[in-house]
């Protein structure tokens, strides 16, 4: 009786701790976003006020072109400062998980905030999406720190952190917690979904106490697709895919183009903000992230030639936004010239007579998800992120469609996933010196075994595992194996790989040499 009473008194709350983790987090990192979120609307307000009263004083233009030379050199202080608040910050993300390099949580929380409300508040077109998941992981990383947290518990904070911010932004918390898992992650281990879901979850919950429940993108529509015009969903799919590989080879040349200015890094940001005050003069609505744009755009009926000019100055202007270096995203960016593309086909298709108008603005709402799932090769995430922010769960199937052809025409021609290119031109390539020079605490990396790996179907003895790194179990679904020589890996496994912190990076990628290629088994 007393074992019995023992056993049922041994209670394990490593995942009850992950909650806990993930609901503090979450609370901090909504609060954050959340203030971060307003701020950039009120200033984005007041700046458009600005710019309507230019037009009644246009000598007031000899003012305002000095003053956002001034935000642009401000913001460029702040960057150069701290060069990880460039850019979106997933990448930053991404890389910090994966152990490619890593950033003090402080100055990349308060930096990146300011930077990115002055930036993305003074009409850049870039989005607040990528920054808010960056402020999350800082928010993570932080929340690790003063709890003495290191390894896969510091990890899991930044992860939890990361889906925290982008719930914020967008009130989507299950695409959210995807999103990190997906793209950011490469994991879907049982602590880090549980600690992100938690986390976005709370994230979310905090950010509807200041927005309200009303989705982001709420666009309501009177019917559903009919499945005879769902020859028109392959056609938005494929030219989506063209169009978002066409995207990633234009925003990864952006750094080249930019360099042709022979100004210091830093202070590119100068020449778009100038840049900006154009369309601001011109064409007001289209300044921001894209909010108002979609909305407008789902509930009017916009001719193809406005369509055709609203594509290339979004498109246009938003890459001269993101290549400056400034702090702000493209993920809002994406899903706006997205909905903008799925207008132009709509519209097209009504002209010629293969489509009723009252299905353009489903058409617009299918694009948004297409082409983010094309360039970031991600359609999991983009079908549950358009589902959520747009509040209907009506278009599920048509969604999965436009995102499947797209995702595969840009897998065709050779697409990668935006973020992960990003990332790869940020880091540095690893030098074979790293693995004797590997120093820090000992921690510990998953590694998930996919279908058609080489590493499935074969014992672990077959394999020349990479010097100081050492096979400690095999996780197969709620199994926890302890390998030894015979142990056969199969598809679905996740490895549990020990080494020292600072080489996390160079083991990853040592085993991911090993699942794509048999050379790395040993002789017979």
């Not at 609060?31 to 979120?37: A, D, E, H, N």
């Not at 898992?181 to 905090?206: D, G, I, K, R």
């Not at 194996?481 to 990628?509: F, K, S």
Request: charged fraction near 10%; proline fraction near 5%; aromatic fraction near 10%.
């Amino acid at each position: 009786m007393i074992k019995k009473d023992q056993q049922w008194l041994n209670v394990d709350f490593t995942r009850v701790g992950t909650v806990i983790t993930g609901i503090g987090v979450g609370i901090l990192a909504g609060l954050i976003v959340s203030l971060f979120r307003l701020t950039i609307e009120q200033l984005l307000n007041i700046v458009k006020v600005v710019y309507g009263s230019l037009h009644t004083n246009p000598w007031w233009l000899f003012i305002w072109i000095p003053v956002m030379g001034a935000i642009g050199w401000l913001v460029g202080q702040l960057v150069k400062t701290s060069p990880q608040i460039s850019g979106s910050g997933i990448p930053q993300v991404e890389g910090q998980l994966a152990g490619e390099f890593d950033e003090p949580w402080w100055p990349t929380l308060w930096k990146k905030w300011l930077g990115g409300v002055i930036a993305i508040g003074s009409g850049l077109m870039l989005g607040r999406e990528g920054p808010s998941i960056q402020l999350g992981a800082a928010v993570g990383q932080g929340y690790a720190q003063l709890n003495h947290q290191q390894g896969t518990k510091r990890r899991v904070a930044i992860a939890s952190g990361a889906a925290a911010g982008l719930s914020a932004a967008f009130n989507a918390p299950i695409a959210s917690t995807l999103f990190v898992l997906e793209e950011v992650y490469h994991n879907f281990s049982p602590l880090v979904w549980l600690t992100s879901l938690t986390s976005a979850v709370v994230a979310n919950f905090v950010s509807m106490a200041f927005f309200g429940q009303t989705p982001v993108l709420h666009i309501p529509y009177s019917t559903s697709l009919p499945l005879s015009y769902y020859g028109q969903l392959l056609g938005l799919g494929l030219v989506l895919g063209l169009l978002g590989r066409f995207y990633q080879a234009v925003l990864l040349r952006l750094p080249q183009w930019y360099a042709k200015l022979k100004m210091p890094r830093h202070l590119d940001g100068i020449v778009a903000l100038i840049a900006t005050i154009p369309i601001g003069w011109w064409w007001l609505d289209a300044l921001g992230g894209g909010n108002s744009v979609i909305l407008k755009l789902a509930s009017g009926q916009p001719g193809l030639t406005g369509l055709l000019l609203l594509l290339v100055v979004r498109f246009v202007w938003s890459m001269i936004a993101y290549g400056s270096g400034l702090p702000g995203g493209i993920f809002l960016p994406i899903l706006t010239i997205g909905a903008v593309i799925g207008g132009v086909y709509g519209r097209f298709m009504v002209m010629i007579g293969w489509l009723p108008s009252v299905y353009v603005v489903n058409l617009v709402i299918f694009a948004m998800a297409g082409y983010f799932a094309g360039i970031g090769k991600a359609p999991f995430t983009a079908i549950l992120l358009i589902t959520e922010m747009v509040g209907s769960l009506k278009h599920l199937m048509p969604l999965a469609v436009v995102c499947l052809v797209a995702y595969l025409t840009v897998d065709v021609l050779g697409g990668a996933p935006i973020y992960e290119s990003l990332l790869n031109r940020m880091v540095l390539p690893l030098q074979t010196w790293r693995m004797e020079q590997a120093a820090g605490y000992p921690d510990r990396i998953e590694v998930p075994i996919f279908a058609g790996s080489a590493l499935s179907g074969h014992q672990v003895r077959e394999f020349r595992w990479p010097t100081n790194a050492l096979l400690i179990g095999v996780t197969r679904g709620e199994r926890a194996i302890i390998p030894h020589g015979d142990t056969i890996l199969r598809a679905g496994d996740t490895l549990l790989i020990e080494t020292q912190h600072n080489n996390r990076a160079y083991i990853r990628r040592k085993i991911a040499e090993m699942a794509e290629t048999t050379s790395a088994r040993t002789e017979d």
